[in-house]
């Protein structure tokens, strides 16, 4: 982004260090537009503009829920007016029933959901800050965590692991079978994703804010122990056997799995060792 600069801001009493405040000078100017308009209602800033300020930077981007009453919601989402008059748009798309994803022609990118002041008490949000809100308007539960949000981590290991395993014994087959796509689903993304989801459990993990809604979120930064490993176990279409070896061995440091099937699933990587190897 142009002129991005950082400095200290003050939120609840402590001093966070900013990498970038372009992105809440802009969010405060949206916030501007809505208030011309008399049926609007409150703007919530989520994520890194949200109440995880600490975590904004360079790469960061807007993620913003618009509140109105309940006969405008189709107003504000049908035209954009309320947000060109801010900057103008490069780009839109309508992602979802309820809001979009876009991009400022100086290159600031978001998303933003519009809701009716009668889907506030129950729609689904992480915790969120308030950039801008109507003074007669009140919902106690506008900035409160709730909503339909799936657990992405687990306590029950023994189902996760061997979910894990199962997952990787039929990638094998389906890789020999030349369903490599779908192996790399079942190694790379089913396998591992089990596997994530109970890491918490064995190892210690560092003090880095959780994305409650994507478990890659901040990977890297919650357990950098595991960066090595993650080079091994996630190498691609090409080399769907190495990664089931790696994602197998890291199980075994973790986890008494069983012994049989284990026992197995090397045999298959072996086999489709030698066929990746043609």
Do not use: C
Not at 13 to 42: C, F, H, M, W
Not at 216 to 226: D, I, Q, T, V
Not at 240 to 259: Q, R, W
């Amino acid at each position: 982004m142009n002129g991005a600069y950082s400095h200290f801001f003050k939120y609840n009493g402590i001093e966070v260090l900013l990498l970038n405040d372009n992105l809440l000078k802009r969010l405060d100017q949206i916030g501007n537009s809505l208030a011309k308009y008399p049926k609007t209602l409150a703007l919530i800033g989520h994520g890194s503009v949200g109440v995880e300020l600490s975590r904004l930077d360079l790469f960061s981007d807007l993620d913003f829920f618009v509140v109105v009453e309940d006969d405008q919601k189709n107003t504000y989402i049908d035209s954009l007016f309320w947000l060109e008059e801010v900057h103008p748009l490069a780009y839109r798309f309508k992602n979802t029933n309820d809001g979009y994803k876009f991009m400022f022609s100086d290159g600031i990118y978001g998303e933003f959901a519009v809701f009716g002041r009668s889907e506030m008490a129950h729609v689904t949000q992480n915790e969120g800050r308030i950039v801008w809100k109507r003074e007669d308007y009140e919902e106690p539960h506008l900035l409160d965590k709730k909503g339909n949000i799936s657990l992405i981590e687990y306590d029950d290991a023994d189902f996760r692991i061997n979910e894990a395993l199962t997952n990787l014994y039929v990638g094998l087959l389906r890789a020999q079978r030349g369903e490599k796509l779908s192996a790399l689903r079942f190694i790379e993304s089913y396998a591992f994703s089990n596997l994530m989801s109970v890491l918490h459990l064995f190892i210690k993990e560092e003090p880095v804010l959780k994305d409650p809604f994507n478990l890659e979120r901040r990977f890297e930064h919650r357990y950098p122990s595991l960066q090595k490993q993650l080079e091994k176990m996630l190498q691609g279409y090409a080399h769907l056997a190495l990664s089931a070896e790696a994602i197998l061995d890291y199980i075994l440091t973790i986890y008494p799995a069983n012994i049989a099937f284990t026992k197995e699933i090397r045999v298959q990587i072996e086999k489709l060792k030698v066929l990746e190897s043609k």
